[in-house]
Nanobody, 118 residues
């Protein structure tokens, strides 16, 4: 089992920055991929970014490419999402997720609210 706790959300003006953190516990952190997802009001949850267990491979949704950066510190059991040049359409609850033993994201945090004002 993996437990995930997100932090770092808040209210920011358009063009501003935030850094989200997700602290993991349970399984050895460096043995599974991690991802960030978001869900805006009235919309389905969508993929934002992912990072392989070693940190070498990273993937982004087109909507955030060039603005967001995912990273991980396996020594601190933490994954980060640096969000720059934020837009009002980035407003959502952001969730981190961990890959399960059988593949696929099986473990989810409680979410952290990000609100970008225009």
């Amino acid at each position: 089992q993996v437990q995930l706790v997100e932090s770092g959300g808040g209210l920011v003006q358009a063009g501003g920055s935030l850094r989200l953190s997700c602290a993991a516990s349970g399984r050895v952190f460096g043995t599974y991929d991690m991802g960030w997802f978001r869900q805006a009001p009235g919309k389905e949850r969508e993929f934002v970014a992912a990072i392989a267990r070693s940190g070498t491979n990273r993937y982004y949704a087109d909507s955030v490419k060039g603005r967001f950066t995912i990273s991980r510190d396996n020594a601190k059991n933490t994954v980060y999402l640096q969000m720059n040049s934020l837009k009002p359409e980035d407003t959502a609850v952001y969730y981190c997720a961990a890959e399960g033993v059988g593949g696929g994201y099986e473990h989810w945090g409680q979410g952290t609210q990000v609100t970008v004002s225009s």
